[in-house]
């Protein structure tokens, strides 16, 4: 499960710049993840519980954006949404694309007290 490894990192970020801004904890913890990104969210709810406690996360509100998958066919140039990683185009059916969307996984804002 590398959701537990991917909240670690989360905490680490989150302390850091609790540490930088001279904050106490994180009261809110904004986060952008990609529906491409590998990311099972089941997973990464049961991690935060592993990986907030007695950390600035402990007590912090979290707000996950989803980010919807989104490719650009190499063969007719469709723009399309793909929610699994191997769709092929709904134009042509060609499963040479470009990912413009849905890869991310970031940490997009925190509420420091």
């Not at 969210?41 to 980010?67: C, D």
Request: glycine share 10%; aromatic share 4%; with cysteine.
């Amino acid at each position: 499960m590398h959701e537990l490894s991917i909240m670690h990192n989360i905490v680490g970020i989150a302390e850091e710049q609790v540490r930088q801004h001279q904050a106490q904890e994180v009261e809110i913890l904004e986060l952008e993840i990609g529906d491409l990104s590998g990311i099972e969210m089941e997973a990464l709810l049961f991690a935060w519980e592993a990986a907030v406690g007695g950390t600035v996360l402990e007590k912090s509100k979290r707000i996950i954006h989803r980010i919807r998958g989104k490719a650009i066919c190499g063969g007719c140039g469709e723009e399309y949404d793909m929610p699994q990683m191997y769709q092929p185009c709904p134009t042509c059916g060609g499963f040479c694309k470009a990912i413009i969307a849905g890869q991310e996984l970031l940490v997009k804002s925190m509420t420091m007290s």
